[in-house]
């Protein structure tokens, strides 16, 4: 079984820019979790995705937004990049809604806001 | 929300030696997992383990969820196992909530 994929790997925008990442989890995992990893802040939580519901939320601004298509495939945006937008992202998919079973995690993208 | 702290921040490791991590969380959890971030960045679940103990060849964990903690030992530990060993904890009832990860354990082991 093909593991959580994310794309692109690496990504350079400037400031001012949006981004669009894809996850897509593992086949017949139906949650979709989104991680922004930081050297000062650590894994903080985005967004879960259920069946094309965002089910949680973390607290970050409305310019991160994300979504679910029907075949469980996640995308995430980020408009009006910031400096402080850089960061490694990272997407987790599960069978069931988040951390009722093994959470399994993409290799994620790493973005840099120049 | 339910806070998750990890202890210790650092470990230095000789090859062989073997070593406990520890997880506190300040609620009662319906879940937790133990992650291990290899230097590429990639994290692979270790264990999900809201309460009990489990063994997983070098590795085992320990969930007392009525004292709000969890232990990771890790034994004859190899340059491999380097890397920041992650907990992760929902707290309350029910399948609401999200996952919230402590700030890891940075686990080195020198050959």
């Known amino acids: 079984k093909a593991g959580v994929t994310q794309t692109p790997r690496y990504l350079i925008k400037t400031r001012g820019q949006q981004v669009t990442l894809s996850c897509s989890p593992i086949s017949g995992h139906r949650s979709v979790s989104w991680y922004q990893q930081t050297p000062g802040q650590g894994l903080q939580f985005l967004f879960e995705y259920f069946s094309e519901t965002q089910r949680n939320k973390g607290n970050f601004p409305g310019r991160f937004s994300g979504r679910q298509f029907s075949n469980s495939r996640s995308e995430m945006n980020v408009s009006t990049l910031e400096l402080g937008d850089s960061a490694l992202y990272l997407c987790?998919?599960?069978?069931?809604?988040?951390?009722?079973?093994?959470?399994?995690f993409g290799s994620g993208t790493q973005l840099s806001v120049l | 929300g339910i806070q998750v702290e990890q202890s210790p921040p650092d470990l230095i490791l000789q090859e062989g030696a073997n070593s406990t991590l520890r997880c506190n969380f300040s609620?009662?959890?319906?879940?937790l997992q133990w992650f291990h971030q290899n230097p590429w960045g990639q994290l692979i679940n270790l264990f999900y383990?809201?309460?009990g103990t489990k063994q997983n060849g070098r590795l085992s964990a320990t969930t007392v969820a009525t004292e709000r903690y969890s232990l990771l030992y890790i034994s004859s530990s190899q340059t491999t196992d380097s890397g920041v060993y992650f907990c992760a904890a929902r707290g309350g009832s029910g399948n609401t909530g999200k996952l919230i990860f402590g700030q890891g354990t940075t686990l080195q082991v020198k050959p």
């Open positions: 987790a998919s599960s069978p069931t809604p988040q951390g009722n079973e093994k959470l399994f």
């Open positions: 383990i809201p309460s």
């Open positions: 609620d009662s959890v319906n879940n």
